[in-house]
């Protein structure tokens, strides 16, 4: 019923510069789209940044002043504008959405909805 689809990983170098994308579609009425999650092999999925239904930010301690979240409700479609990469920024990327109301931890049980995951991968 809702679709979570992400684009825009790849490979880059150490320092560079990439930008993700995550593209809703399908019955999103009352469905807000607004977290990036990352999870690097055998490792745990792990917050990186939220974005409020008014437009207000939470991120991660390791990717401040790093990364910045934001989202255009015309085209249904969130980003995550990443700078200054790192090798430990290597991981799959995910996008995440939620239905419910209530408290938000920034945890994966938060988040009701989720797309396949882009790679991305820093080279040093």
């Known amino acids: 019923q809702v679709q979570l689809v992400e684009s825009g990983g790849g490979l880059v170098q150490a320092g560079g510069s990439l930008r993700i994308s995550c593209a809703a579609s399908?019955?999103?009425?009352?469905?807000?789209?607004r977290a990036w999650f990352r999870q690097a092999p055998g490792k745990e999925r792990e917050f990186v940044a939220d974005?409020?239904?008014?437009?207000?930010?939470v991120y991660a301690d390791s990717v401040k002043g790093r990364f910045t979240i934001s989202r255009d409700n015309a085209k249904n479609t969130m980003y995550l504008q990443m700078n200054s990469l790192k090798a430990e920024d290597t991981a799959v990327y995910y996008c995440?959405?939620?239905?419910?109301?209530?408290?938000?931890?920034?945890?994966?049980?938060?988040?009701?909805?989720w797309g396949q995951g882009t790679q991305v991968t820093v080279s040093s």
């Open positions: 974005i409020t239904p008014t437009g207000g930010t």
């Open positions: 995440a959405g939620r239905r419910r109301t209530g408290p938000l931890t920034y945890r994966t049980f938060d988040y009701d909805y």
């Open positions: 399908g019955r999103t009425f009352g469905i807000y789209v």
